[in-house]
């Protein structure tokens, strides 16, 4: 593949160069480029030469790495696949005067992990100019110096190599010296005078020449240097080294000042011919850094710190002079050997962070890459997690280890882990380091809310103000953020046939459930609803919770007085035996209270009677009684008024008047007309006195022909004062329930039969109380004809009265 470069130097010039597929054993792939190209210079397309897709390189990461991990001169570009030069290449500084100069880097891919090496030669170009060690060359020459006598001089020097190293001389045209051109074993040239004529010192003490060094590059560069000879009297013999080659091995981290080896020249010349001394004629700027040589003794020094990773081998020439002039030169290898002194360095190459707590065992989470300067078992490096953590390292490719998850990963338990990994060398001692991987776990809506507790319970005093506050709620959830983030809801339903959100309401935010409506404790005593907490995750959890409200009794019911029925358009009288002894039983005021509790306690009071000292009333139980004995001069007529209250806070009361008649004979009955207009004037009840007179007398006259034959089985009469108040079922409340001990309907007596005017049918109601059971109200009872005579002595009236207005209460005188 041939590729065009251009570079620009000092005289401007351009050449071409091929880029060279080398041998596999390479590398995948392999360029050759000139050194000093431009930054941004293309090399070659690397994704077409590997055969990959150049629109996928950018996804999976594509990238340069050298195997030391360090900088490196070319990049790649994700969107052509074009290999790149990021950073001037000088050959010199990489590989000196070394033939042969190669890069080697790697391309990694990720998704999956690929490798591919690619080697780099780089070519040198004629971009360094000859230099002579010294800007003047000073020969003594004896006098009796035999024609065609050689004379050595110091070699050029050029960093560059091949064709553009030093390849000619020329000196300055002269009577006395010509110039041969040689070639050293390593295929480097140098110069020699060769005398051609005599030299005179007494003619000619001096003789200044002007040499001149160029090398084969074009544009040719050269040098020169100026020749100062000084014609002495006869020094017939040069320096002359031990050895044409000097080899050492020198181990990397020597100390400074040790001495590396000796170079030693003799010259059998005596007196200061003899005498020699040392220098470096030909040495890089990197090894002049680090060694030194003594002049009088030939020793070579470490002067600077020696790295294998640095340099690995140095090359240098050193010339031997003598007192005259006269020189000789040899070369010194210096080999740099490997000690064990660098730690593997452990690069994280990529981080897949976060990673969702839903992953599956064996997900790779990174990428990592191990690398040892040192070299041979030294770079031998091995790779692990010592922590407890759910992660493991797995070799991939090379120095590539993948990072991978070995179990089921917990946000709630852990949310971050710092994995530390080590890497630990084969050297002697072993060296290595250790490096801390942190990775963070990211939620996954995998938590429903959980409320506190798992039923939540309130009491709502009844009549309680719209929007007030019954409970709150709180549920949790260990997620975070949005799948963490939890709001409330009533659940759907009915209560009573009404929705839910009738009653209550909850705020999405905080929980609070607030009342919709205002509760009646007689209407709905408790009731049950359902809160729902859901998160904000995709897809959302719930749970739900149940929630109890009981609503409590507040006092806001009056008593309701059943009986006697209060007051209207009619009026009730009961009638009392005037032979009625202290203690009988009159009547019954008998009340109810919807509350409950003790706000349904009631409790009986006379405020008001015609004679204060003739009536008592129970307090708890209503009845009401003859206090002492009745006396003729006692008002047949008398007027009760009574108070019933009940023990809530505060207290509420209800009143009714009861009209008792003090009378033995219905012919008496006519006296009522009085209490009749007090109540109401009208003509109607004058009509229905009279009838009730009327039909009254009738059974009057019957019941006492009922009771002569009872009289007569019986020696003794006995008059049934007690138990005998009779109770309308009319005056009961709808599907009313008795309230043990609290006044309403408490029943320790049988209540028998009666006979009301006021009533709507021609039934007979009953209630009977045997052993504390009530009877509900709204029964009617039945004669059947195996009932006893008393039951049979009630039933006579059951045909009257139905439109009367007045309540007559009677007393059966029939024997139970």
């Known amino acids: ?32 480029i000139p050194e000093e190209m431009k930054r941004g210079s293309v090399i070659g397309n690397i994704a077409k030469d590997l055969g990959l897709d150049a629109k996928r390189l950018s996804a999976r990461n594509a990238r340069i790495d050298t195997e030391d991990g360090e900088s490196h001169s070319v990049d790649i570009n994700g969107n052509t696949g074009d290999l790149i030069v990021s950073e001037s290449i000088d050959r010199e500084e990489l590989c000196g005067r070394r033939a042969s100069c190669s890069l080697k880097y790697e391309l990694v891919l990720e998704n999956p992990l690929e490798l591919h090496r690619i080697v780099l030669q780089i070519q040198d170009i004629n971009d360094n100019s000859p230099q002579f060690p010294n800007e ?32 000619s001389y020329t000196l300055q045209k002269n009577e006395h010296f010509a110039l041969a051109v040689h070639t050293n074993t390593d295929g480097g040239k140098y110069g ?13 003490k001096e003789v200044t020449l002007l040499l001149t060094a160029a090398d084969g590059g074009s544009p040719q560069r050269s040098a020169t240097v100026v020749i100062h000879v000084t014609v002495l ?131 790779e989470v990174g990428i990592i890459n191990v690398q040892d300067k040192d070299s041979g078992a030294n770079r031998q490096v091995r790779c692990s997690i010592q922590q407890n953590v759910p992660f493991k390292l797995t070799p991939s490719i090379k120095n590539y280890y993948s990072l991978v998850t070995t179990g089921e990963l917990d946000r709630e338990l852990v949310t971050d882990y710092n994995i530390t990994i080590t890497a630990t060398d084969e050297g002697s001692p072993p060296l290595s380091s250790s490096k801390t991987v942190q990775l963070s776990v990211s939620d996954v809506n995998d938590n429903p809310p959980v409320f506190d507790e798992q039923s939540y319970s309130a009491s709502v005093a009844e009549n309680n103000k719209p929007d007030s506050s019954v409970l709150s709620v709180s549920a949790r959830d260990p997620d975070w953020r949005q799948n963490g983030t939890v709001f409330y809801s009533l659940l759907s339903g009915e209560i009573s046939g009404v929705p839910v959100s009738s009653f209550l309401s909850v705020n999405g935010d905080t929980g609070v459930i607030h009342a919709v409506r205002s509760f009646d404790y007689e209407q709905l ?22 929630v109890s409200v009981l609503i409590t009794d507040e006092n806001d019911n009056s008593p309701q007085i059943l009986y006697p029925a209060p007051t209207g358009n009619s009026f009730m009288t009961e009638m009392v035996p005037k032979a009625a002894h202290a203690g009988s039983l009159v009547s019954k005021v008998i009340a109810v209270d919807a509350d409950s509790g003790q706000n349904a306690w009631l409790s009986y009071q006379i405020v008001k009677s015609t004679d204060p000292g003739l009536f008592t009333i129970g307090v708890h139980s209503g009845e009401i009684r003859v206090q002492r004995d009745i006396s003729e001069s006692d008002a047949m007529k008398q007027n009760l008024v009574i108070s019933v209250k009940d023990n809530g806070q505060p207290s509420l009361s209800a009143t009714c008047a009861v009209y008792l008649l003090i009378s033995d004979n219905l012919a008496e009955v006519p006296q009522l007309k009085d209490m009749s207009y007090e ?35 019986r020696r003794k009469p006995r008059l049934l004062f007690d138990g005998t108040v009779a109770i309308p079922s009319a005056y009961f409340p709808p599907n009313y329930a008795e309230v043990e001990g ?32 009530t009877m509900a109200a709204d029964q009617t009872l039945k004669r059947s004809p195996n009932e006893t005579s008393e039951q049979e002595c009630g039933n006579e009236g059951e045909s009257t009265g139905s439109a009367l207005v007045n309540r007559i209460h009677f007393y059966s005188l029939c024997s139970s």
Do not use: W
């Open 1 to 32: 593949m041939l590729k065009m470069g251009s570079f620009v130097c000092a005289s401007m010039f351009c050449f071409v160069f091929f880029i060279l597929a080398l041998p596999p054993s390479l590398g995948d792939v392999s360029y050759s």
């Open 192 to 204: 020699e005078l060769v005398l051609e004529n005599e030299l005179d010192r007494e003619e000619q």
């Open 233 to 363: 009297d006869a020094n017939d013999n040069i320096p002359v080294f031990n050895q044409a080659v000097y080899k050492v091995s020198l181990p990397e981290n020597s100390p400074l000042g040790a001495v590396v080896l000796t170079v030693s020249a003799t010259d059998a010349d005596e007196g200061a011919n003899g005498q020699v001394t040392y220098e470096f004629s030909s040495i890089s700027v990197k090894a002049a850094k680090l060694f030194s040589i003594e002049r009088e003794t030939g020793e070579i020094k470490l002067i600077g710190s020696i790295d294998y990773e640095d340099g690995s081998f140095y090359e240098m020439r050193i010339q031997a002079k003598d007192g005259s002039g006269l020189v000789s030169g040899t070369k010194v290898m210096i080999e740099i050997t490997d000690v064990n002194d660098n730690a593997p360095v452990i690069f994280l190459k990529s981080l897949n962070s976060p990673i969702p707590e839903s992953a599956l065992p064996g997900t």
């Open 136 to 167: 003047v060359i000073k020969l003594e020459i004896g006098e009796s110096a035999d024609k065609g006598a050689r004379f050595p001089l110091d070699q050029a020097h050029d960093a560059d190599i091949g064709h553009n190293a030093v390849q």
């Open 742 to 773: 609290a006044g309403t309907l408490r029943s320790s007596y049988n209540y028998d039969a009666y006979l009301t005017t006021g009533s709507r049918t021609s039934d007979f109601k009953f209630v009977r109380s045997y052993n504390d059971v």
């Open 525 to 546: 005593r408790s009731f049950k609803v359902l809160v729902v907490a859901r998160d904000n995750g995709s897809p959302p959890l719930s749970s739900n919770v149940t």
């Open 679 to 713: 109540e109401n004037n009208s003509k109607l009840t004058s009509y229905l006195i009279i009838a009730l007179v009327s039909v009254s007398t009738f059974f009057l006259t019957f019941i006492i022909l009922m009771v002569a034959v009872r009289f007569c089985r």
